[in-house]
């Protein structure tokens, strides 16, 4: 089996995810897939579209996605994400808003033997946030392949389900176990959180998952931002990925 890249959460930064892009051919890997939210708190949705478009074997949409073309309520969100998601709705093309009209929440690769949905594999629509093993525990019974690959906290985590109860949290990377399932958030490629302001993206071949980290020019982004008109709170915390 080839080795392939699962990215997640882009959130319009472009010169994160030309970053990735460029790690993951420099690895020779052909195959991306995408776990959603390419839009909402970044300044270059149109082309990072484009981009997912042109290069993802499979792609779904996150929470951002389908707040910017109306599918899910944002009632949840904080003020600063909202003024995003309406700076989004103002700046991407009708064709664009029409592409991610065809996005679906949750797509299976059986040839990969895995699952890639945005938060969790439970209850897809409801945004909730995987961040327990208990809460793990639950998820694992709602899908049937190896491997879920998903996204949304933008913090890089790879859960080891051994059977019997016996869970692990890896976070770096692991070697596959033959006897194990597995669920992987690849963290942020656009906007991380977990104190790495480095884009975040995974690697699956044969033998391992593996958690990459690329920097990228975040400067730049911030700059676009900035003259975009976005709130400052979201330029600044690209700076401590938190
Ligand atoms: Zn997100």
């Known amino acids: 089996m080839t080795a392939?890249?699962?990215?997640?959460?882009?959130?319009?930064?472009?010169?994160?995810?030309?970053?990735?892009?460029?790690?993951?051919?420099?690895?020779?890997?052909?195959?991306?897939?995408?776990?959603?939210?390419?839009?909402?708190?970044?300044?270059?949705?149109?082309?990072c579209l484009d981009i997912i478009l042109e290069r993802c074997k499979i792609l779904i949409a996150g929470n951002h996605d389908w707040a910017v073309i109306g599918y899910t309520d944002t009632e949840y969100f904080n003020d600063n994400a909202l003024f995003a998601v309406e700076w989004t709705r103002d700046h991407l093309t009708d064709k664009h808003m029409d592409d991610i009209r065809e996005f679906k929440l949750f797509k299976s690769d059986p040839a990969r033997n895995a699952l890639f949905v945005h938060a969790t594999p439970k209850d897809p629509d409801s945004w909730d946030y995987l961040f327990s093993l208990t809460n793990a525990a639950i998820n694992f019974r709602s899908f049937n392949q190896k491997f879920c690959f998903i996204g949304h906290s933008h913090t890089p985590v790879i859960i080891e389900n051994a059977g019997q109860g016996k869970m692990s949290a890896i976070w770096t990377s692991t070697i596959i176990q033959e006897t194990c399932r597995y669920i992987v958030n690849v963290g942020s490629v656009g906007q991380p959180r977990d104190g790495d302001p480095r884009a975040s993206y995974a690697v699956v071949d044969n033998s391992k998952i593996e958690i990459i980290r690329v920097p990228y020019d975040i400067q730049q982004t911030q700059m676009e931002m900035f003259e975009a008109g976005l709130p400052a709170r979201l330029i600044e915390r690209l700076s401590f990925g938190q």
């Open 4 to 47: 392939y890249a699962v990215i997640s959460d882009v959130h319009a930064n472009l010169h994160a995810l030309e970053a990735v892009i460029k790690d993951i051919e420099g690895r020779g890997i052909e195959e991306i897939y995408f776990s959603g939210d390419i839009v909402g708190y970044g300044p270059r949705p149109n082309e």
